[in-house]
T-cell receptor, first 114, second 116 residues
Framework: AQSVTQLGSHVSVSEGALVLLRCNYS??????LFWYVQYPNQGLQLLLK??????LVKGINGFEAEFKKSETSFHLTKPSAHMSDAAEYFC????????????FGRGTSLIVHP | DTGVSQNPRHKITKRGQNVTFRCDPI?????LYWYRQTLGQGPEFLTY????????KSRLLSDRFSAERPKGSFSTLEIQRTEQGDSAMYLC??????????????FGPGTRLTVL
């Protein structure tokens, strides 16, 4: 079985501050991990994915995430938040050797204050 | 590449009515997925096609739900005898067949269903 836990349903930061969105996974085999962003009334857009190559993954819009096997984590970070980063962020896992179906976390709403 | 499109974007219906949603994937993407998303939750998998073959169905997909992809291009999701609990955003995604589990899924904007 595979699962994802996103700690914090809401994260609030000031513009220019560090963004840290937490994701912990559970998988009995090496996983593929994804971060998606969803803006209001839109579908999900892939930010970045981990596919067992480099553990530090860089994505679009200045986001990156680090795969830490020992901590079963895949936290999303961005050094400096922009107002345009305000959105819902979802972490997802696919179990390698499994099906093509990802399991999504419940999402974290990022709020950016001016 | 025009992206994944879904129609309609919004649907309001009365309990007991049937509704049908359409998804047009990115051209030449042979995998197509349907998800349901309720407020405060991540997308939940409903069903998945590879070309015209429906390969997996979630237990969430009761016998009131049916999905088709007759020619391996667009897909339809039908809900019969709608219930208020069916109110949700229905998302469609497609991905290319590059042979990997990590193939990126491209999502459409969704169809928001409200059952009164």
């Amino acid at each position: 079985a595979q699962s994802v836990t996103q700690l914090g349903s809401h994260v609030s930061v000031s513009e220019g501050a560090l963004v840290l969105l937490r994701c912990n996974y559970s998988s009995s085999v090496p996983p593929y991990l994804f971060w998606y962003v969803q803006y209001p009334n839109q579908g999900l857009q892939l930010l970045l994915k981990y596919t067992s190559a480099a553990t530090l993954v860089k994505g679009i819009n200045g986001f990156e995430a680090e795969f830490k096997k020992s901590e079963t984590s895949f936290h999303l970070t961005k050094p400096s938040a922009h107002m345009s980063d305000a959105a819902e962020y979802f972490c997802a896992v696919i179990r390698s050797g499994g099906s093509y179906i990802p399991t999504f976390g419940r999402g974290t709403s990022l709020i950016v204050h001016p | 590449d025009t992206g994944v499109s879904q129609n309609p974007r919004h649907k309001i219906t009365k309990r007991g009515q049937n509704v049908t949603f359409r998804c047009d994937p990115i051209s030449e993407h042979n995998r197509l997925y349907w998800y349901r998303q309720t407020l405060g939750q991540g997308p939940e998998f409903l069903t998945y096609f590879q070309n015209e073959a429906q390969l997996e169905k979630s237990r969430l997909l009761s016998d009131r739900f049916s999905a088709e992809r007759p020619k391996g291009s667009f897909s339809t999701l039908e809900i019969q005898r709608t219930e208020q609990g069916d109110s949700a955003m229905y998302l469609c995604a497609s991905s290319p067949n590059r042979g990997g589990l990590a193939d990126t899924q491209y999502f459409g904007p969704g169809t928001r269903l409200t059952v009164l």
